[in-house]
């Protein structure tokens, strides 16, 4: 089904980001990534306590391969 777009502004995509108007087939991102944060690293608010006295992350990662992204094309 065709697909009529008025206008339309981008301000960035991140090198894993898709951008799409109209009809597709597959998308298909190939990026994967890990993220390693502290407590209270993730919270959002006008007015934000986070009490975290003693706090640690653990980045050691003991396998080789998470979510394989090989077959994702």
């Given at each position: 089904m065709p697909a009529v777009v008025g206008i339309v502004?981008?301000?960035s995509i991140v090198s894993s980001g898709v951008f799409h108007i109209g009809d597709v087939?597959?998308?298909a991102p190939v990026s994967q990534t890990k993220t390693f944060s502290g407590a209270g690293s993730f919270n959002t608010a006008e007015q934000l306590y986070v009490y975290n006295h003693q706090s640690s992350t653990n980045t050691s990662d003991k396998d080789f391969v998470?979510?394989?992204i090989k077959l994702n094309v």
């Open positions: 502004q981008v301000n087939y597959r998308i998470d979510q394989p």
